[in-house]
């Protein structure tokens, strides 16, 4: 791979831009076999809570025409076995890609023990602090995302307990990304992950029974592909932390999208499902764009969409 593709950021070098986003590769051992793991820029781990969860009850996702729904329910075997069984495979096995760590809690305090439990241990190079998902029903449904206050009284309290770098992945359903995104600087976050799945409910519609076990679930794929490269960029008008798009990428044409709005890393997810190689892919076509185009280096697509922030026109004189 050419070295026009690798990204500095979080404190460390990517090799290429294309991860895999949280909750659809698992801690990477689980799909090893089918995806080239070590040719990606990296992954981001299963969310991680303090205890092991079961998760919700089955099933926990569904397709549908434009994408899927999921609702897994933070299934995972919490921080302790993370540390002992998970992060060492990914330190052995994860030589060239990078490893983001998600974290997620129902209180700010669990957030900062999963950090306490992990933050020495090796195999991992930043956290991704998950404040944004959708199935965690404990606190009325809204997300930590959604409440500025509450997001940085998470990333306050993580960011006392590491050094390592901290990317906060928001939530799509926000009319305003201004408000946590200050939030969150304030409390010393170092980066975006821009969306978590949008909140969706797929019934049937013979029965009126939900498709998934828990009833609600996150919506995935092309459907929240807009919505993913549209928060992107409403983001980048308030930031110039690195932001890392996800949404609905299945092909090169899709990732460019993201890089175009300002992120500087995207994540595969539901795409990965349906084709584990469709993320192999994205990097060779990425690759391949660079140099058609004539730039030096994949940077110079981010943040090149030709796009205004346009003024709404006042009405002129009669
Ligand atoms: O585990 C889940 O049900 C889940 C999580 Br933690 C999340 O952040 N986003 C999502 O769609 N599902």
Redesign the pocket.
């Given at each position: 791979m050419s070295s026009s593709m690798a990204q500095e950021l979080l404190g460390t070098s990517f090799q290429n831009p294309v991860l895999l986003a949280?909750?659809t590769c698992g801690f990477g051992e689980e799909i090893a076999e089918v995806v080239e793991l070590d040719r990606l820029g990296g992954l981001v781990t299963k969310?991680v809570t303090l205890e092991p969860r079961l998760g919700n009850p089955a099933p926990r996702v569904a397709e549908f025409r434009a994408g899927m729904v999921?609702?897994?329910?933070?299934?995972n075997p919490g921080a302790h076995e993370v540390r002992k069984r998970k992060l060492p495979w990914l330190r052995e096995r994860m030589v060239r890609a990078r490893v983001l760590v998600s974290v997620?809690g129902h209180t700010p305090d669990e957030f900062v023990r999963v950090v306490e439990i992990l933050d020495d241990a090796d195999g991992f190079q930043a956290y991704e602090i998950?404040l944004?998902?959708?199935?965690d029903t404990r606190r009325g449904g809204l997300a930590f995302a959604l409440d500025p206050d509450a997001a940085a009284r998470v990333l306050e309290g993580v960011r006392r307990r590491t050094e390592r770098p901290l990317v906060a992945k928001l939530a799509p359903n926000t009319p305003d990304f201004g408000p946590v995104i200050r939030a969150l600087e304030g409390a010393g976050v170092d980066g975006f992950t821009l969306v978590?799945?949008l909140p969706g409910l797929v019934l049937d519609p013979e029965t009126g029974e939900p498709a998934l076990g828990a009833g609600a679930g996150?919506m995935?794929g092309p459907a929240i592909r807009a919505v993913g490269v549209h928060a992107v960029w409403s983001a980048a008008a308030h930031t110039r932390l690195p932001l890392l798009g996800v949404g609905g990428i299945a092909e090169g044409q899709d990732a460019v999208q993201y890089l175009m709005a300002g992120a500087s890393l995207v994540q595969m997810g539901s795409a990965s499902f349906w084709d584990p190689r469709s993320s192999g892919r994205v990097v060779n076509w990425l690759d391949a764009a660079v140099r058609r185009r004539g730039l030096d280096h994949v940077r110079a697509l981010v943040g090149s969409a030709r796009l205004e922030r346009k003024k709404p026109q006042e009405p002129g004189p009669e």
């Open positions: 949280a909750g969310s999921n609702s897994v329910g933070l299934a997620a998950n944004s998902c959708p199935n978590n799945t996150g995935s």
